[in-house]
T-cell receptor
Framework: AQSVAQPEDQVNVAEGNPLTVKCTYSVSGNPYLFWYVQYPNRGLQFLLKYITGDNLVKGSYGFEAEFNKSQTSFHLKKPSALVSDSALYFCAVRASQTGANNLFFGTGTRLTVIP | GAGVSQSPRYKVAKRGQDVALRCDPISGHVSLFWYQQALGQGPEFLTYFQNEAQLDKSGLPSDRFFAERPEGSVSTLKIQRTQQEDSAVYLC??????????????FGPGTRLTVT
């Protein structure tokens, strides 16, 4: 069975500091991994994905994430946080085998960037 | 370009009423998904269409939930005899294809259903 864990409900970081939002996953076979961001009263916005290839993937708005197979992790990172990055972040996983198309989401991490 | 749109954005239903939620995916997107997001939780999968075929409905919580996509574009999620536990945000998502470079899903703004 697929699952995602986001161990931190809330992450606070000062503007200009690096940020990390943690995610670990469980899936049969090779994972496809995703990060989404949700702003109030808006839908989920796609940030980045890992499918195959380089373990470090770069996405929108300066975000990046590192796939670590041995630790089954896919932490989201940004070198310098902006106040506008404050939002709810979701990690998601799906299995790579044919037919396993739906995403399994974590419970989300609320990021607050303090000016 | 236009994203995924959903209507209505907000729906209040009395317990026992039927509701219909509409999703307009991004033009040309083959795959369409419905998710349910309870307050403070991540989205949970309900059902999946590839074109007009409903390939997976394993997440539908009961036989009161029904989804269709008759022409392979617009989809409707119908909930019959609504119950209070149906109160949630219903998200629709679409993706271009099942191929590796196009598997990301694009989400609509959701329909917030409140059952009173």
């Amino acid at each position: 069975a697929q699952s995602v864990a986001q161990p931190e409900d809330q992450v606070n970081v000062a503007e200009g500091n690096p940020l990390t939002v943690k995610c670990t996953y469980s899936v049969s076979g090779n994972p496809y991994l995703f990060w989404y961001v949700q702003y109030p009263n808006r839908g989920l916005q796609f940030l980045l994905k890992y499918i195959t290839g380089d373990n470090l993937v770069k996405g929108s708005y300066g975000f990046e994430a590192e796939f670590n197979k041995s630790q089954t992790s896919f932490h989201l990172k940004k070198p310098s946080a902006l106040v506008s990055d404050s939002a709810l972040y979701f990690c998601a996983v799906r299995a790579s085998q044919t037919g396993a198309n739906n995403l399994f989401f974590g419970t989300g991490t609320r990021l607050t960037v303090i000016p | 370009g236009a994203g995924v749109s959903q209507s209505p954005r907000y729906k209040v239903a009395k317990r026992g009423q039927d509701v219909a939620l509409r999703c307009d995916p991004i033009s040309g997107h083959v795959s369409l998904f419905w998710y349910q997001q309870a307050l403070g939780q991540g989205p949970e999968f309900l059902t999946y269409f590839q074109n007009e075929a409903q390939l997976d409905k394993s997440g539908l919580p009961s036989d009161r939930f029904f989804a269709e996509r008759p022409e392979g574009s617009v989809s409707t999620l119908k909930i019959q005899r609504t119950q209070q536990e149906d109160s949630a945000v219903y998200l629709c998502a679409s993706s271009l294809a099942v191929h590796l470079d196009r598997v990301e899903q694009y989400f609509g703004p959701g329909t917030r259903l409140t059952v009173t």
